[in-house]
T-cell receptor
C-alpha cells in the first residue's frame, strides 16, 4: 500500500533561517504529491503540489521537487518567518478517486 | 473562499449520544467525498470514502456501524458517530475533489465526548 514518511518534529528555527522538511513516499504507479499546512486551530490548506516526476511545486516562498529516483518530495524555504509556524503534512494521492495518504506531520516553530 | 463547508465546527456531548457531522461542497458537485480523523498531534487517517448513490467504502479497522456515512446528494455527505464514547473524541475532517484539482478540505469538526 501507499505510505508517506516525513521527519518528525518539532523543528525549531530562528527567523530567516533555511528550512528543509524531508518527505519520502512509497506508492504504486505514479502518485501526485502534496504539501498541506495546518495553522493553529484551523483546517488544512494546500501549500503546493506536483503531479509528475521532476515537477517543482512552489507557493509563498516554499518549494518542493518531485524526485522519482529517490521517491522524495522535500519541502524547502530559503528564509522562514514567524508566521510560517504551523504543522506541515506531506501527502500523496494515487488518483482523483482516491483518498490522500498523509505523513505524520511536522510541527514547525519559528522563533523571532 | 471556502469550497467545502463542514458543520458543526465543535461538538461537546455526553457519552452515548449520536452526533451528525455535515460536509457540503459549495458551488460544485462531488460524487465522492472523504472523511478523515485526526488524533491530537497525529496525522490524518482516512476513515472512509463517501459515494453518492452507493454505499461508503470504509478503510480497514473502521467500524461501519459506528461511523455511518450517507451521501444524500451531490453536495452533501454526513458522518454520524453513533453512541459516541470518550475514545471517539477526535478531530474529524472531510474533503472533496474538484475536477482534477487536489482535494479541498473542510475546516474540521472537533468532537469531545464527556
Amino acid at each position: 500500500g501507499n505510505s508517506v514518511t516525513q521527519m518528525e518534529g518539532p523543528v525549531t528555527l530562528s527567523e530567516e533561517a533555511f528550512l528543509t522538511i524531508n518527505c519520502t513516499y512509497t506508492a504504486t504507479g505514479y502518485p501526485s504529491l502534496f504539501w498541506y499546512v495546518q495553522y493553529p486551530g484551523e483546517g488544512l490548506q494546500l501549500l503546493l503540489k506536483a503531479t509528475k516526476a521532476d515537477d517543482k511545486g512552489s507557493n509563498k516562498g516554499f518549494e518542493a521537487t518531485y524526485r522519482k529516483e529517490t521517491t522524495s518530495f522535500h519541502l524547502e524555504k530559503g528564509s522562514v518567518q514567524v508566521s510560517d509556524s504551523a504543522v506541515y503534512f506531506c501527502a500523496l494521492s494515487g488518483g482523483g478517486a482516491d483518498g490522500l495518504t498523509f505523513g505524520k506531520g511536522t510541527h514547525l516553530i519559528i522563533q523571532p | 473562499g471556502a469550497v467545502v463547508s463542514q458543520h458543526p465546527s465543535r461538538v461537546i456531548c455526553k457519552s452515548g449520544t449520536s452526533v451528525k457531522i455535515e460536509c457540503r461542497s459549495l458551488d460544485f458537485q462531488a460524487t465522492t467525498m472523504f472523511w478523515y480523523r485526526q488524533f491530537p498531534k497525529q496525522s490524518l487517517m482516512l476513515m472512509a470514502t463517501s459515494n453518492e448513490g452507493s454505499k461508503a467504502t470504509y478503510e480497514q479497522g473502521v467500524e461501519k456501524d459506528k461511523f455511518l456515512i450517507n451521501h444524500a446528494s451531490l453536495t452533501l455527505s454526513t458522518l454520524t458517530v453513533t453512541s459516541a464514547h470518550p475514545e471517539d473524541s477526535s478531530f474529524y475532517i472531510c474533503s472533496a475533489p474538484l475536477g482534477n484539482q487536489p482535494q479541498h478540505f473542510g475546516d474540521g469538526t472537533r468532537l469531545s465526548i464527556l
